[in-house]
C-alpha cells in the first residue's frame, strides 16, 4: 500500500465483504475513527487531495512482507521473544490478540515453548455506536489462562485500547500479564497499565499535524 488512495481502495473492499469497522481498522492496522473516515471517503466522488487535513492523524503500518512469509516470520518472532524474555524466564503462555496478533504470537510461542492462547477483542464486533456495550473472548480451541503467567502479544498498539482490553480481560479469567509484546507501537509506550510493553519498533511523530 502506497498511499491513502489505496487505503480507501482496501477499506471499502473489506467493508463489501463485510467486515465491521472495528475488523477494518485490524485489517489496515489503523484507529477505529480512521477505519470510519476510509470507508466513508470510499463512498464519495471528491479526490483525497481536495481536503489534506480532513482525515484523523493516524499512521499506517503495512508489514505484509513479514507476514507473507513464514521464515521471516518466525525471525520477527525470535526477536520478539528475545525481548520478552528479560521479563521472566518462567511463562509458560502466549496470549495473541485476534487476527493479526495471533501468528506472531505463535511465532513467539514456538521459540518460547510455550501454550498458545487467543483473545478476540471488542473491537471486531464494533461497527458504530458505544464500543462499552460490547466484549471480547478467549477462544476454547486454546489454552486456557486461568492460574497461569502469560506474555501477551499483538502486531501493533495503535492507541492502546486493545492491548489494555487484553491485560484487563487475562486478569478476570484468573491469568497473570507478565509484559506485552508487538511489533510496532504507535505511541511510544513503556507499559500497558502496570504491564511493562516491549516493541520492536516505535513510530514517533515529530513536529506538528497543523
Same mark, same amino acid.
Given at each position: 500500500m502506497k498511499n491513502v488512495d489505496d487505503l480507501i481502495d482496501s477499506a471499502s473492499e473489506l467493508?463489501?465483504?463485510?467486515?465491521?469497522?472495528?475488523?477494518?481498522? @485490524?485489517?489496515? !492496522?489503523?484507529?477505529?475513527?480512521? %477505519?470510519?473516515w476510509l470507508v466513508e471517503r470510499a463512498g464519495t466522488?471528491?479526490?483525497?487531495?481536495?481536503?489534506?487535513?480532513?482525515?484523523?492523524?493516524d499512521?499506517?503500518? @503495512?508489514?505484509? !512482507?513479514?507476514?507473507?512469509?513464514? %521464515?521471516r516470520l518466525a525471525a520477527v518472532g525470535v526477536a520478539l521473544a528475545d525481548a520478552l524474555r528479560d521479563h521472566s524466564h518462567d511463562v509458560d503462555l502466549i496470549v495473541g490478540v485476534e487476527k493479526a496478533g495471533v501468528p506472531l504470537a505463535t511465532a513467539v510461542s514456538n521459540e518460547l515453548k510455550t501454550d498458545l492462547a487467543t483473545y478476540t477483542p471488542r473491537k471486531h464486533q464494533w461497527e458504530e455506536g458505544d464500543i462499552d456495550d460490547l466484549g471480547g473472548s478467549f477462544s476454547r480451541n486454546f489454552a486456557s489462562v486461568e492460574g497461569r503467567e502469560c506474555f501477551v502479544?499483538?502486531?501493533?498498539i495503535t492507541s492502546g485500547t486493545t492491548m489494555t482490553e487484553t491485560v484487563d480481560a487475562v486478569r478476570e479469567s484468573g491469568g497473570t500479564p507478565v509484559a506485552c509484546g508487538v511489533l510496532v507501537d504507535k505511541q511510544g509506550l513503556s507499559d500497558v497499565g502496570d504491564v511493562p510493553l516491549e516493541s520492536l519498533f516505535q513510530v514517533i511523530r515529530v513536529g506538528n499535524d497543523d
Open positions: 467493508a463489501e465483504r463485510g467486515l465491521s469497522r472495528g475488523e477494518i481498522a @485490524d485489517e489496515l !492496522n489503523v484507529s477505529r475513527e480512521t %477505519a470510519s466522488a471528491a479526490p483525497v487531495d481536495d481536503e489534506p487535513t480532513s482525515g484523523p492523524q499512521v499506517h503500518v @503495512d508489514w505484509s !512482507n513479514i507476514g507473507e512469509a513464514g %521464515a502479544v499483538d502486531d501493533t
